[in-house]
T-cell receptor, first 113, second 111 residues
Framework: EAGVVQSPRYKIIEKKQPVAFWCNPI?????LYWYLQNLGQGPELLIR????????DSQLPKDRFSAERLKGVDSTLKIQPAELGDSAVYLC???????????FGPGTRLTVL | RKEVEQDPGPFNVPEGATVAFNCTYS??????FFWYRQDCRKEPKLLMS???SGNEDGRFTAQLNRASQYISLLIRDSKLSDSATYLC????????????FGAGTRLFVKA
């Protein structure tokens, strides 16, 4: 069974440019998470979806970040415009329910120059 | 105070040693608890859930102390392959399932 798929794996952009990350969760997993992880820190939740509904986006900086999961399957996270401080690893995870084990994708390592 | 706190370490132990990590949480209403393992430049993976009565999986034992609001992870007979960062995870009950990760504890097991 395929795990959580993310692309791209690496992205280097200049500040003020837009960037988008894509995630395809494990088949059948209704819950999808986007996290941001800085070096030496644990993942920080940006947004959680239950099917196509964003049920927790309180930590998403909405002035520049947006996310969508239109059909309740794959999801896209966008940053526009990117800032230097956005350099981090963006992790996508999915689970079969809110309190169940989360399976993580390999992440997208973003560098903003 | 952070919602979930861990000693960042690093813990440097020889092979065969026993090592223990603690993780404190601030929300007394927290419902579920986990330990995840993260290797360098890799994604986190579930190591084990933490049950109220404590649970064991091979060389690993997890315990929950609700009165003092902490969870613990004990690793016996450490192996070189145990070298990783161990993240504790807490799901508070208020506001829905908002998963909170600790910053992680780094473990180095040396030959």
């Amino acid at each position: 069974e395929a795990g959580v798929v993310q692309s791209p794996r690496y992205k280097i952009i200049e500040k003020k440019q837009p960037v988008a990350f894509w995630c395809n969760p494990i088949s059948g997993h209704n819950t999808l998470y986007w996290y941001l992880q800085n070096l030496g820190q644990g993942p920080e939740l940006l947004i959680r979806y239950e099917n196509e509904e964003a049920v927790d986006d309180s930590q998403l900086p909405k002035d520049r970040f947006s996310a969508e999961r239109l059909k309740g399957v794959d999801s896209t996270l966008k940053i526009q415009p990117a800032e230097l401080g956005d350099s981090a690893v963006y992790l996508c995870a999915s689970s079969s329910g809110g309190l169940n084990e989360q399976f993580f994708g390999p992440g997208t390592r973003l560098t903003v120059l | 105070r952070k919602e979930v706190e861990q000693d960042p370490g690093p813990f440097n132990v020889p092979e065969g040693a026993t090592v223990a990590f603690n993780c404190t949480y601030s929300n007394s209403a927290s419902q579920s608890f986990f330990w995840y393992r993260q290797d360098c430049r890799k994604e986190p993976k579930l190591l084990m859930s933490v049950y109220s009565s404590g649970n064991e999986d091979g060389r690993f034992t997890a315990q929950l102390n609700r009165a003092s609001q902490y969870i613990s992870l004990l690793i016996r007979d450490s192996k070189l392959s145990d070298s990783a960062t161990y993240l504790c995870v807490v799901n508070p009950s208020t506001g829905g399932f908002k998963t909170i990760f600790g910053a992680g504890t780094r473990l180095f097991v040396k030959a």
